[in-house]
């Protein structure tokens, strides 16, 4: 193979890829399909489920009120400004969870944001001492 050759088989900087602005064919044909009956499916999809069609009703019913995907969730943790403080947050969050308070995934979230918490206090914790050393 020459050297010229070799040249053009070689990535390009960049995306080479798709456009961003470029859609599936599949897709666009769907909308050429539904261009100007949206309104009328809509309206039959309603009366479908009016009627006491399950499947229609679920549908519409997903479409005007999405399932949550998160909740609030009220937990009593003690204030944290301590690495103690942070040990004592955890203890009360696998505690709600044993409890059956919060799920597995909520404790799992609260103990992430538990965790950022103890890894800033220990970074200004250690940020003190070192400047204490410094001025000593």
Known sequence: MTKALRKDIRFKKGNPGRRPDSRNK????????????????IRKAI????????????????RLCPPRRTRPIELELPKVETAGGVLQAHAEVIDAMAQG???????????????VKRRSIEACELEARITELENA
């Open 26 to 41: 599949a897709t666009v044909a769907v909308e050429a399909l539904l261009d100007g009956e949206a309104e009328k499916l």
């Open 47 to 62: 009366e479908m489920a009016l009627a006491g069609n399950t499947v229609a009703m679920r549908l519409c019913l997903d």
């Open 101 to 115: 308070g919060i799920t597995p995934d909520e404790a799992s979230t609260v103990s992430s944001v538990l965790e």
